[in-house]
């Protein structure tokens, strides 16, 4: 099992661009998490899909923040345009559903900096 | 809301002392409660859980307890080593999705 992949590991990208994260779930999981992490507010839960419809999106900062899940065996997180703010790193994790319980397997993260 | 207040770190003890720490929750409900840790450049790896009251979760010589009373998690362990060095993220799920706190760093030294 590959686990959880998130691509790029690393972005830099310029503030005003655009920037398009991705992520392939663990086949047969049906739950998506899109997570933000910073040392100032630690981890955050962006949104997350069951069977590739997102169920819960208040986590999203505003609107340049969007995410999809066209297929069971892929996402993306798109920011456009990107800001200085929102340098941090991007977690994606999948789960078998109904198993918040524990069943969460994460990606490594993407490291995005915006400059 | 829900969520998971757990003790500020870093926390920096030598190899082989006694380590606790301290995670409390605010939930309505009977959530699962998780620790999790995060090691350099990783993802965070699922350590234990417990699903209901005085469950104890073990896992690599760390335990906690779920005490619904004092609504707390702590988590223990008799006698670090080095290779423990991470951040350790207490969590609770009352439904699909998992609340985090914001992690305690823990370094150990030889």
């Known amino acids: 099992d590959a686990g959880v992949i998130q691509s790029p590991r690393h972005e830099v990208t310029e503030m005003g661009q655009e920037v398009t994260l991705r992520c392939k779930p663990i086949s047969g999981h049906n739950s998506l998490f899109w997570y933000r992490q910073t040392m100032m507010r630690g981890l955050e839960l962006l949104i997350y899909f069951n069977n590739n419809v997102p169920i819960d999106d208040s986590g999203m900062p505003e609107d340049r923040f969007s995410a999809k899940m066209p297929n069971a065996s892929f996402s993306t997180l798109k920011i456009q345009p990107s800001e200085p703010r929102d340098s941090a790193v991007y977690f994606c994790?999948?789960?078998?559903?109904?198993?918040?319980?524990?069943?969460?397997?994460f990606g490594s993260g993407t490291r995005l900096t915006v400059v | 809301g829900d969520s998971v207040t757990q003790m500020e770190g870093p926390v920096t003890l030598s190899e082989e002392a006694f380590l606790t720490i301290n995670c409390t929750y605010t939930?309505?409900?009977?959530?699962?409660l998780f620790w999790y840790v995060q090691y350099p450049g990783e993802g965070l790896q699922l350590l234990l859980k417990a699903t209901k009251a005085d469950d104890k979760g073990s896992n690599k010589g760390f335990e906690a307890t779920y005490r619904k009373e004092t609504t707390s998690f702590h988590l223990e362990k008799g006698s670090v080593q080095v290779s423990d060095s991470a951040v350790y993220f207490c969590?609770?799920?009352?439904?699909?999705?998992?609340?985090f706190g914001k992690g305690t760093r823990l370094h150990i030294l030889p």
């Open positions: 969590a609770l799920s009352p439904n699909d999705k998992i609340i």
């Open positions: 994790a999948s789960s078998p559903r109904g198993q918040g319980i524990g069943g969460y397997t």
């Open positions: 939930a309505t409900g009977y959530p699962s």
